[in-house]
């Protein structure tokens, strides 16, 4: 899937600029995360009911089995290096369209 494969490098590097104060191993599995949501959002599946960490694990695009998959996504979510301060002032500046901190 081309398409699949532009949308996940183009989410890489929007997180890389917008989120640079995020760890890069953080930013690279934040922009894996966010690819998997762009999925759900996208399928017919999104709006039945609530939204689930099964949900996303099967959305993730790269990753061996479901339960590997599963276990990654509660690993990320538990992250101490997950700041969600720097989260929140980068969402802010995307949505705003501001131009991002330089690296």
């Known amino acids: 899937m081309k398409h699949t494969f532009d949308l996940d490098a183009a989410l ?13 191993t953080v930013r690279k599995n934040l922009a894996r995360l966010t690819a998997a949501f762009l999925h759900l959002a996208l399928s017919v599946r999104f709006g039945y009911g609530g939204l689930h960490l099964t949900s996303v694990a099967r959305a993730l695009s ?35 369209g501001r ?3 330089p690296g």
């Open 62 to 96: 790269e990753g061996g089995k479901f339960k590997s998959r599963y276990k990654w996504l509660a690993r990320f979510l538990q992250c101490q290096y997950f700041d969600p301060s720097s989260l929140a002032e980068g969402m802010l500046g995307l949505m705003l």
């Open 12 to 24: 890489r590097q929007l997180i890389e600029s917008y989120f640079a104060p995020l760890r890069r």
């Open 99 to 101: 131009q991002p901190h």
